[in-house]
């Protein structure tokens, strides 16, 4: 079992979820650093590569996040991960995660897909528009800044041919 393993497709039954989720909540008592701030629930534990909090129950890993989840809210919804509102990868806090799709989470991250995403016009300042915007694959161009780059490059070819 890796750490996409839930609590409930672990434990089929209530006797064995209630135990286990009771083990889960002492792990999650023995590490837990509360931020007066932000209210994020820390996690004092192991984290993963990623900076996510993980436990273990027998052989079987856990994000703490994920299992925190499931635990206050509900099962994680298939095709769904859980982003974290605070941006805090360790914060296990259920009221600081919601369960979205891949896409949704990405982009509300800081990563340069959803940096890019955010952005209304190109590096030249012209807005990207339905008319001033074409899509090449995954990437939006600026259509102005290509038309500019094109006859800057005519220009360039007219004189190599007259040998200037």
């Known amino acids: 079992m890796g750490a996409k393993t839930g609590l409930y497709s672990l434990s089929r039954n209530l006797e064995n979820s209630m135990l ?9 008592d023995e590490a837990i650093d509360i931020d007066p701030i932000t209210k994020c629930w820390l996690w004092g534990g192991q984290l993963n590569g990623g900076g996510y909090g993980k436990v273990y ?5 856990f994000l703490t996040h994920r299992l925190s989840f499931e635990i206050f809210k509900c099962p994680i919804p298939q095709g769904l991960t859980i982003d974290h509102l605070c941006r ?7 009221d600081h995660l919601e369960a979205v799709s891949h896409k949704v989470n990405v982009l509300r991250g800081y990563g340069p897909s959803a940096i890019n995403a955010r952005k209304t016009s190109c590096i030249r300042g012209h807005e990207f528009t339905r008319e001033n915007t074409s899509i090449e694959g ?3 161009r600026c259509k102005e800044c290509k038309r500019i780059y094109d006859a800057a490059r005519y220009q360039v070819s007219l004189k190599n ?4």
Request: glycine share 8%.
């Open 20 to 28: 286990l989720a009771y083990k889960i909540l002492d792990a999650f």
């Open 57 to 61: 129950f027998g052989d079987a890993e």
């Open 88 to 94: 805090v990868r360790s914060c296990f806090n259920p």
């Open 138 to 140: 995954k990437s939006r």
């Open 161 to 164: 041919r007259k040998g200037v």
